[in-house]
């Protein structure tokens, strides 16, 4: 497993959180769902394609991201995991990004996001074509949000 071994079973756990939610939301499968809930973390970690998400709290907090995340906003797990997701975006652009968080808790899933984002070390980027999602228990408790995109280009 590449997670952080104190994390293994937590993330296994999210994972099938954020996979069960894109399959209820969108309608398709964000990655081929073989083999058991540990190799399908583990895909979903070393895919070649950004996966973030954010809990519930009133500020949210990003609870995942997977290698490419990483990679993207150049920080390690640990301080990814501890960062408010308002973060990503610097500030004249979090305006922006409630209104999508809003629009995505509305109508479930957003499939066409475009928008700036900053990396730990002030990089900008800006993605295209992200799909934004709400996350679910299964009981139809929200749990969170998550995004998913593979195409980005630095500023």
């Not at 907090?61 to 290698?67: A, E, Q």
């Not at 500030?91 to 928008?115: F, Q």
Request: proline residues 3%; glycine residues 6%.
């Amino acid at each position: 497993m590449t997670f952080p071994p104190q994390q293994a079973e937590r993330l296994t756990c999210h994972t099938q959180i954020l996979l069960d939610s894109f399959a209820r939301r969108v309608g398709r499968e964000l990655i081929e769902r073989s083999g058991d809930a540990e190799y399908q973390a583990e895909r979903l970690f070393t895919a070649s394609f950004v996966v973030v998400s954010h809990g519930t709290e009133a500020d949210p907090v990003l609870n995942y991201g997977n290698r490419t995340a990483l990679d993207l906003w150049e920080t390690d797990f640990a301080t990814l995991t501890a960062m408010p997701s308002r973060l990503t975006a610097e500030p004249m652009h979090r305006d922006e990004r409630a209104r999508l968080l809003e629009r995505t808790t509305r109508d479930g899933y957003v499939d066409d996001y475009r928008g700036i984002r900053v990396s730990a070390k002030g990089r900008r980027f800006l993605i295209e074509q992200a799909i934004v999602w709400n996350l679910d228990d299964g009981q139809g408790r929200q749990v969170g949000q998550a995004a998913t995109f593979d195409r980005w280009e630095f500023l």
